[in-house]
């Protein structure tokens, strides 16, 4: 079942209306079937977890919104539950934070990096606990939680550094006496709506750059992982107070679409970063736009990797088995295409299909196990349906293809082979570990395969031959914003700007110059001398 929220805005005669789809909330349930009471999951309370628990912070936790239980996918049993809150905790949230960012703004650049250095230490402290949360509420494995939260700690690390170099220009001025230079300044309030798959990690990325930018953050998680969005919180509170800080310079708002939409249409929020599905993320930024506000959008990725005749094979199908399967299919980067060249698209087939056969599917917290569920059970609907309409379009099940007999809501991860390029279903992100295998006969066939989506996140080539590596990074190569050579889709590095072209959004997160999407940037025109030269030679005496 889903709900949907619409909210209009604009004037009467250019109204605009957000529409928002979310699965409807898991009802509250009773304490004593909670998971956080079993002494299995004692440690959710070393995060500072309870048993009910406040999902708003500004300063002081609390919330007057429904409450709603998070639900384990491995299980599909309760964990905790959840006091969201309402558009009154988010009014009074917005306004604390924009007072605490009018102080925050003015300590130092270096002095707020070096708080942020203590927030990286403080997750550190935290890392194996958060990974193991993030397992237990989203599905993926402990070794891809526990990278998440050094993600968070890495970009964390990242702003430190950079709170001591990031400045603008000093331009040659072309008039005697003057000084020509480019001012950065913080943007206000950072209104970051994150996805459930990266719970952790992308609220990192953008809070650590926004912060050391001087900005105050506003934080709506998704509403189906709000124990992380709580106990990473919880985390940098504790810092702020530590450093005498406001503590609402790190607000969090858990809640619905509601919550997103008001997020959306606000003025005082100066800058707005969603991370979720093309659909929607299409409505938040015309509700952005209409206030001429800031947008930043990481939506979906149909991605795709390419692998030549001359590709080094055993590389090439390790990695595909990572990019496909990795997260149960549930990264915006997991690969969603594998074009192929048809001298060697069967033996492909075949060693992948085999690869396949090594997965083990289980519960994510277990050591050994590479295959967790999926989210919820609307995403083992699509599954199914994305399943059924590629055979109706030509495919063939190489691999998988059902539904686990399981608790919980897990699939097989599957191949499906025979299917056009152009088909209906290839061209439709399926968040589930389902890939296409497509044959091409050149470079060129293929390159032209990979940028015919609407897609434009992430890409790759396997091949040895340095003529089409450097045409393939090139003007005539592939159309995303990831492009990369003998290494999966998924799974970037902090250092280089994240992001994608196309309906992917144009945002950029993480490393590069991303942090300058934070910033303001005044054009300042200095004259120190007694003189006023007109720019141009222009006389107007």
Sequence with gaps: ENRIIMLCVGSSTAARTLRLHIPAAFRAMSTSSLLIEDGQYSWLKDLGLQAENHGVFNGKWGGNGQVIASVCPSSNKPIANVTEGNLADYEESVKLSREAYKLWADVPAPQRGEIVRQIADAMREKKHLLGKLISLEVGKIVPEGVGEVQEFIDICDYATGLSRMYGGNVFPSERKGHALIEQYNPLGLVGVITA???????YGWNAALALTCGNSVLWKGSQTTPLISIAVTRIMASVLEKNDMPPAVATLVCGGAEVGAAIAKDPRVNLVSFTGSVPVGKQVNLVVQERFGKC??????????????????????????????????????????????????????????????????????????????????????????????????????????????????????????????????????????????????????????????????????????????????????????????????????????????????????????????????????????????????????
Excluded at 300 to 328: E, P, Y
Excluded at 330 to 343: A, D, N
Aim: hydrophobic letters at 35%; proline letters at 3%; charged letters at 25%.
């Design 196 to 202: 459930f798959n990266f719970p952790c990690a992308v």
């Design 296 to 541: 930043l959008l990481e939506l979906g990725g149909n991605n795709n990797i390419i692998v030549m005749d001359d590709a080094d094979m055993d590389l090439a199908v390790r990695s595909c088995l990572f990019a496909c399967v990795g997260t149960a299919g549930q990264r915006c980067t997991t690969t969603r295409r594998l074009t192929i060249h048809e001298s060697i698209y069967d033996e492909f087939v075949s060693r992948l299909v085999k690869s396949y056969a090594s997965v083990r599917m289980g519960d994510p917290l277990e050591d050994g196990t590479l295959l967790g569920p999926l989210h919820t059970q609307q995403a083992v609907d699509k599954f199914r349906v994305a399943v059924d309409s590629a055979v109706k379009q030509g495919g063939k099940i190489a691999c998988g293809g059902k539904v686990a007999d399981r608790e919980g809501y897990y699939v097989e991860p599957t191949i499906i082979t025979d299917i056009a390029h152009d088909a209906d279903i290839v061209h439709t992100e399926t968040f589930a570990p389902i890939v296409y295998v497509l044959k091409t006969t050149s470079f060129e066939e293929a390159v032209e395969w990979n940028n015919e989506v609407k897609e434009g996140l992430s890409s790759s080539i396997f091949t040895r031959d340095m003529n089409k590596v450097f045409r393939w990074i090139g003007p005539h190569g592939s159309d995303c914003g990831l492009v990369n050579v003998n290494i999966p889709t998924n799974g970037a590095e902090i250092g280089g700007a994240f992001g994608g072209e196309k309906c992917t959004g144009g945002g950029r997160e993480s490393g590069s110059d991303a942090w300058k999407q934070y910033m303001r940037r005044s054009t300042c025109t200095i004259n120190y001398s007694h003189e006023l030269p007109l720019a141009q030679g222009i006389k107007f005496e």
